[in-house]
């Protein structure tokens, strides 16, 4: 009876260590967006001679979709771990430029690297919100069938793409 | 001492500011009392303690005009949080759906309660 308090008092102990230890950050919400087909929209090109970006775009074969900005700090260093997987695994990357300008967009793509294959203007993150987006940069890996598969909050890096693009798309492929 | 209890009496009475500029309402003021109940159970995701209403973020500030901009377009107060829950999942809302899976969750204090009356009075009984 004397021993109650204590084991108690070790259960919740344990429970919050599992809960603390596991790793999982608690600013990254998982979304309701997996196993839905992408929204429908359709964004005009961010630059003059590249193309815009729509949900027609994603039909045929798998594709990452970034969300990003040239005011955005980590979106900066993803730029090279996104030119790897299109150029590795021959997929599309399609930005969704998030509430940008050209002329800033197009100086940053020269000065960080530009992996997309067409990048679409959501200047007012309309479409980022049909997205279930809640900051950039965030990814998504679409199907062939256009169905969202994941979604990837924060930078990508390249450990990133061995530990979880990569088997991913090896089975979407498939 | 007069001082002391006014200053006291203030901050009882003082209540948290709304983040909800004046450009952002709805001219209707039905409209508008509507969207702002709507917005104080919606979870602001990038600061997640806060409700839309209250929060200065960017994103809290998309979502509450999206609110006003569904609702002035003849959505009812249901349509536009369902709206949001099927992009953002319900950890949109600030208090969590009454379903199966949050049954213990939403029981667990009054099983707490009921644990603790119990131990109170096996206790009082013991000790005469």
Redesign the interface.
Known sequence: MRKIPFILFILLAGFFAVLLLRGKD??V?????IGKPAPVFDLPAALKGKAGFSSRNLHGKPALVNVFASWCLACRVEQGALEKIAKAENIPVYGLNYKDTPQKLAAWLQKFGDPYTAIGADRD??TA????V??VPETFVVDAEGVIRYKHVGAVTENDYRDIFKPLLAELKK | MRACFLFLLLMVLSFSAAAVEPGEMLKDPVLEARAREISKNLRCLVCQGEAIDDSNSDFAKDLRVLVRTRLAAGDTDDAVVNFLRDRYGDFILLKPPVENKTLLLWLTPFLVLGAGLCAAFAIIRRKP
């Open positions: 608690p600013a919400v998982e979304s309701a967006m993150g309309r919100i049909d997205w279930g809640y900051g």
